[in-house]
């Protein structure tokens, strides 16, 4: 049934929740995860605090957030014996709920998981949630994370 899973991060905690969930079903599934960090130039809100001022670029953090996250994935498949998950990554910019939709179509993209971003109602305000907007756009299913959740 699905042959191509995306699991987006955007380096926050948050993310790292959705990886036991997306490998299980790429691994039942015998699918491939691809995993897609998408960099929004227009606000930066996706860089943690942590990091600010270390990178010289955006691509450059990008890609250590990009990095770190395939780490961790290949971490849980170990623990979860799922080794045999094909993992394919992407980093992208752009305004993230467009990039994940386009992203959908040109790689024929079957799901996707997220984490919701626990974002506090002002940021939600200000910025829209990205989540809100893949469920209500996406042109495949969305399994969701709820925030700060295992």
Do not use: W
Request: contains cysteine.
């Amino acid at each position: 049934m699905y042959k191509r899973i995306l699991l987006t991060s955007d380096g926050s905690k948050n993310a790292e929740a959705a990886i036991k969930h997306a490998l299980q079903i790429a691994s039942d599934e015998k699918a491939e995860l691809v995993l897609l960090h998408v960099v929004d130039r227009r606000h930066l809100t996706n860089i943690q605090k942590e990091d600010y001022g270390k990178y010289k670029t955006v691509e450059e953090y990008s890609e250590k957030v990009l990095n770190e996250f395939e780490e961790k994935v290949l971490k849980v498949a170990e623990i979860q014996e799922q080794s045999n998950v094909k993992i394919r990554k992407m980093a992208l910019s752009g305004k993230p709920c467009d990039v994940i939709i386009d992203l959908c179509k040109k790689e024929n993209i079957d799901m996707i998981v997220i984490s919701n971003s626990g974002k506090g109602a002002v940021d939600r305000f200000l910025l829209g949630s990205v989540t809100e907007k893949i469920i209500r756009e996406a042109p495949v299913p969305v399994f969701v994370i709820p925030a700060n959740k295992e």
